[in-house]
């Protein structure tokens, strides 16, 4: 039988009436007071009330692009144009108004990243916002529909920025969302839809609002809205948009713009130093919407860069130069079996050479590498008289040679 003392506190139920009750020094809580708990701290974050919220380290755009350096090989003009844009967004944030004066009001500036996958688009946005201490999310526009049809409302976004801030409402209000595969959602054609397209664009419809800043209703834990769910009011006027995409088949956009196919004695001699091999550092606002971005969204996407294509000499620096650079992490995982794991440049260069041969790009060396390595991450933590593994271009040809990769013809 209960004790008489064993109800809850605050709201005075006996403890056979509640399906859980926590017992303090000096009082109990029951399952019911606990969750009403829950929804006033949800109330209290929606109306910014939080205060601790964590300051974010603002460099300089040269010791932004510096930092970046670290982590992401080349690109020189991405990190320029992203570092020279965060540095303005948050200087914008933390600007203090003077009520003498009659201050300008500066608007954001979300970017889009064109490039080839593997090139390092993700990778940058990430290394910024881990630079800052901002929260920081990544969202796949192709799971995005329009509101009412299965999959993802554009307000999901929101939540996970939502989460990844520990539901702290202040700072996700000027965190960083990457959204990637943003060109997945263009539409089918030039011309404006006349049925509905409710994957492409009417999801640039539906983000129109939230990348140029406007007070969103998110539903704390994700998924659809429901008409009795409790809503998170989040503006989203000082977070940082960075789209990505591969914007494949572009390149004969920006070639028609440029005309370099013209022939004939009236062609332009300037095109003859366009580069063909390297389309992409052409790229206009135009091609975006040439490609199938609807006007307004690609006027929210001021900020247009680009991201090379990665050579030999790129993808080898890869492999070894950034902080956490593949060797690196390989090195590391074979250090924690008190093994030292050395690498011909022989064999990096065979790593390299494949990766380009199958145009994989950069996460197609850590394939090449896994399937390289996987024999010898097996077998050696069981040997513990290997105090040192040497691995040269015979072993990693042999190899590559038993993995599936070997087998694909390249096109």
């Given amino acids: 039988m209960a004790k008489s003392t064993d109800k809850c506190?605050?709201?005075?139920?006996?403890?056979?009436?509640?399906?859980?009750?926590?017992?303090?020094?000096?009082?109990?809580?029951?399952?019911?007071?606990?969750?009403?708990?829950?929804?006033i701290l949800a109330e209290e974050d929606a109306t910014g009330?939080?205060?601790?919220?964590?300051?974010?380290?603002?460099?300089?755009?040269?010791?932004?692009?510096?930092?970046?350096?670290?982590?992401?090989?080349?690109?020189?003009?991405?990190?320029?144009?992203?570092?020279?844009?965060?540095?303005?967004?948050y200087k914008r944030l933390s600007h203090k108004k003077d009520a003498k004066e009659d201050d300008v009001e500066i608007e954001k500036s979300n970017i889009v990243i064109v490039g080839e996958t593997g090139t390092g688009k993700t990778l940058l946005a990430r290394t910024i916002a881990r630079m800052l201490n901002v929260p920081f999310c990544i969202a796949d526009a192709t799971a995005l529909t329009e509101a009412g049809y299965v999959g993802e409302d554009v307000e999901s976004i929101l939540s996970r920025l939502l989460q990844v801030a520990d539901y702290n409402v202040a700072a996700a209000e000027r965190g960083i969302i990457f959204i990637d595969e943003i060109d997945k959602i263009a539409r089918k054609g030039d011309n404006p839809s006349i049925t509905?397209?409710?994957?492409?664009?009417?999801?640039?419809?539906?983000?129109?609002?939230?990348?140029?800043?406007?007070?969103?209703?998110?539903?704390?834990?994700?998924?659809?809205?429901?008409?009795?769910?409790?809503?998170?009011?989040?503006?989203?006027?000082?977070?940082?948009?960075?789209?990505?995409?591969?914007?494949d088949g572009i390149e004969k956009k920006i070639s028609n713009r440029l005309q370099t196919n013209k022939i004939g004695y009236k062609t332009d001699r300037n095109h003859e130093f366009v580069d063909k091999d390297n389309m992409l550092q052409y790229i206009t606002p135009v091609d975006l919407k040439a490609y199938g971005l609807i006007p307004e969204l690609v006027g929210r996407l001021p900020i247009v860069t680009f991201m090379h294509t990665l050579d030999k000499e790129t993808l080898r620096r890869i492999l070894t130069e950034p902080k956490n650079s593949l060797i690196k992490q390989y090195t590391k995982l074979f250090e924690l079996d008190k093994i030292k794991l050395v690498f011909d440049e022989k064999a990096l260069n065979f790593i390299v050479d494949k990766a380009i041969e199958f145009k994989l790009g950069a996460r197609?060396?850590?394939?090449?590498?896994?399937?390289?390595?996987?024999?010898?991450?097996?077998?050696?933590?069981?040997?513990?008289?290997?105090?040192?593994?040497?691995?040269?271009?015979?072993?990693?040809?042999?190899?590559?040679?038993k993995t599936s990769m070997a087998r694909l013809k390249v096109a």
């Fill in 364 to 401: 197609g060396l850590r394939s090449i590498l896994e399937g390289i390595m996987n024999d010898a991450m097996f077998e050696l933590p069981s040997k513990t008289n290997t105090k040192s593994f040497h691995v040269t271009v015979a072993f990693v040809e042999e190899k590559f040679r």
């Fill in 196 to 247: 509905r397209d409710v994957s492409g664009e009417g999801v640039q419809q539906a983000l129109l609002k939230m990348l140029e800043g406007s007070i969103v209703n998110v539903p704390p834990q994700g998924g659809r809205k429901h008409p009795e769910q409790k809503m998170i009011q989040i503006n989203t006027q000082n977070i940082l948009f960075i789209t990505g995409g591969a914007f």
């Fill in 49 to 89: 009330k939080r205060k601790n919220i964590p300051d974010f380290l603002l460099l300089k755009p040269i010791e932004i692009k510096t930092y970046m350096d670290q982590f992401v090989i080349g690109q020189d003009e991405a990190k320029k144009v992203l570092a020279v844009a965060v540095y303005n967004h």
């Fill in 9 to 39: 506190s605050f709201c005075g139920r006996p403890k056979r009436d509640t399906r859980l009750l926590v017992a303090g020094l000096d009082g109990h809580i029951c399952d019911e007071c606990i969750q009403q708990a829950q929804i």
